[in-house]
């Protein structure tokens, strides 16, 4: 019967929380500022001030692993663990998860935000995995909606990735007045593949990507932005996408979840980021998900985007090679392992 709840537990003096009968989260170590830090003494005060970082994500039950690996990594490699905030949209079926968030992580500064997904539900179109039609998937659309108005920047960060750098080089990013995002351009890969026939064949479609735009529109990942939250609102982007995911309802023009919408909406016009802060197709194609290896460059960031999870892949057995670096971040302990210990 637990399985259907969220319960304590401490076993052995260790206190941990379990998410399904048989298994739960470790409590992670605190992590303190560096000496060279501001002090932020009042945590209200902190989860709204400009002077700390602010990382948005999505909490569900099916990632809420990859969630637990993600923060550890941002509070491990930051200079300022303590000046981090984190705000997590999650469903009104599912905001309970943050209860996990507090058992392993209690010194942690962090918002909930409960979202309705089902004024998102009848926007979304099945796409060629169906991961990518989870509601929750597109709350990133709407992030300048849901998170306080107070808050002028956010880095949103997906929840199959881990950093091994420190956050607020990230959040400084340097976006000028006329842009509203930041993120790593990746200008080599095929742009026509994100959209259908029927797209490039409508020439009054297709020429959105050569009007107003500061430079040609290249492909990025949204799973790793930097976003400046007053400016989204002021040009109402969230309006903009909406606009096309609701044109999709009505013509196909793409098969790729909520990433089209968002280089309609930006390609070209976006802050570049050095590639080392989204080392991403690490879990390989929609498809089948093979092991990737690095792109050429340093490394800040490893994002497992992709079918292929690193967690699905160590518990199957069959870990691509660059899993075994996601792994030191895994927060889950199998319960009956700690009985027998």
């Not at 849901?146 to 340097?174: A, G």
Request: charged content about 20%; glycine content about 4%; overall charge neutral.
């Amino acid at each position: 019967m637990y399985a259907n709840y969220i319960v304590y537990l401490t076993i052995l003096g260790i206190f941990t929380v379990s998410l399904t009968a048989g298994e739960r989260f470790k409590e992670a170590p605190e992590f303190f500022n560096s000496p060279e830090c501001l002090t932020l003494q009042n945590d209200d005060d902190i989860a709204y001030s400009d002077k700390a970082v602010h990382v948005a994500m999505t909490l569900d039950a099916a990632y809420l692993r990859g969630s637990m690996a993600v923060i550890l990594s941002v509070l491990q490699h930051s200079s300022c663990p303590q000046n981090v905030v984190f705000h997590f949209i999650t469903s009104k079926q599912t905001h309970r998860l943050q209860n996990y968030i507090v058992a392993s992580f209690p010194y942690l500064k962090f918002r909930v935000y409960p979202h309705d997904v089902a004024a998102i539900s009848g926007l979304i179109s099945t796409s060629i995995r169906s991961a990518l039609d989870s509601p929750l998937n597109y709350a990133r659309n709407y992030l300048a909606d849901i998170l306080p108005t107070c808050l002028s920047r956010v880095v949103y960060l997906d929840s199959d990735l881990i950093l091994v750098d420190d956050i607020s080089k990230l959040f400084t990013t340097h976006i000028p007045d006329d842009v509203v995002l930041a993120a790593p351009e990746y200008c080599n890969a095929n742009f026509t593949t994100y959209f259908t026939p029927t797209f490039w064949s409508n020439p009054s479609l297709s020429i959105t990507l050569s009007l107003n735009r500061r430079r040609p529109p290249c492909y990025f990942n949204t799973g790793v932005m930097v976003i400046e939250l007053r400016k989204w609102r002021q040009g109402d982007y969230t309006r903009k996408i909406i606009e096309w995911m609701e044109l999709q309802k009505r013509i196909r023009i793409y098969d790729l979840g909520s990433l089209p919408p968002f280089l309609l909406v930006f390609a070209g016009n976006i802050a570049p980021v050095d590639h080392r802060w989204n080392q991403h197709g690490l879990g390989g194609d929609n498809f089948r998900g093979l092991c990737r290896d690095l792109h050429p460059g340093p490394v800040s960031l490893l994002h497992w985007s992709g079918k292929g999870k690193p967690w699905v892949r160590l518990d199957s057995g069959r870990p691509c090679p660059l899993d075994a670096l996601w792994a030191p971040y895994d927060l889950l302990e199998p319960l009956f392992d700690l009985i027998e210990s």
